[in-house]
């Protein structure tokens, strides 16, 4: 079975464009979390969406948003780029269950704002 | 605010040894919690999840503790390998909020030959 895909896997932006990432989850997960890391750090949570809802939201500026479609994939888009927005962007997907809610993470999109 | 702390932030052992990684957490209600490995550039492959109400979890040369009430998880791994090199990251879960992870900033282990 296919695990989480993300697209594209790399790109370059200039400060104050807009980028919009993809995420695909494993077949049956219905639930897609966004996490930025930045380089040598851990990641930090930006949104959680389940069955096409915004379920959380980290501590991430409005310029930062998402949506799910009704397949279950999902976009990150970020407007008005700036430098310290160069990270790897993480997709994870879950089936959240009663006793488990493991997270599958995708490869990834490495962002670099010039 | 849960705070994830992992120590040591490097470490390099010869192969064959036994190993060791901590994990601290500031908030002990924690959901489950999660080990994954990351390989550099690489996303996140998920190793052991721990649920709350479990003590610990094994997957080959894997093991997981979690000691809740003191806030700390350990990751053993035995008879390192040199394919075990990558930074080891722990994450915790909080009830009602079941997906979002806090990560601690890695342990960076490298196996030499």
């Known amino acids: 079975d296919a695990g989480v895909t993300q697209s594209p896997t790399h790109l370059i932006k200039t400060r104050g464009q807009h980028v919009t990432l993809r995420c695909s989850p494993i077949?049956?997960?219905?639930?897609v979390s966004w996490y930025q890391q930045v380089l040598g750090q851990g990641p930090q949570f930006i949104f959680q969406?389940?069955?096409?809802?915004?379920?959380g939201r980290g501590n991430f500026p409005d310029r930062f948003s998402a949506r799910q479609f009704p397949n279950y994939s999902s976009e990150l888009n970020v407007n008005a780029l700036l430098l310290g927005d160069s990270a790897l962007y993480l997709c994870?997907?879950?089936?959240?269950?009663?006793?488990?809610?493991?997270?599958?993470f995708g490869p990834g999109t490495r962002l670099t704002v010039l | 605010k849960q705070e994830v702390t992992q120590i040591p932030a490097a470490l390099s052992v010869p192969e064959g040894e036994n190993l060791v990684l901590n994990c601290s957490f500031t908030d002990s209600a924690i959901y489950n919690l999660q080990w994954f490995r990351q390989d550099p550039g690489k996303g996140l492959t998920s190793l052991l999840l721990?649920?709350?109400?479990?003590r610990e979890q094994t997957s080959g040369r894997l093991n997981a503790s979690l000691d809740k009430s003191s806030g700390r998880s350990t990751l053993y791994i035995a008879a390192s390998q040199p394919g075990d090199s990558a930074t080891y990251l722990c994450?915790?879960?909080?009830?009602?909020?079941?997906?979002?992870?806090?990560f601690g900033t890695g342990t960076r282990l490298q196996v030499t030959l």
């Open positions: 969406y389940y069955e096409k809802e915004e379920r």
């Open positions: 994450a915790v879960s909080s009830y009602g909020t079941a997906s979002k992870l806090t």
């Open positions: 721990i649920q709350s109400s479990q």
């Open positions: 077949s049956g997960h219905k639930s």
């Open positions: 994870a997907s879950s089936f959240p269950r009663a006793a488990d809610d493991e997270q599958f």
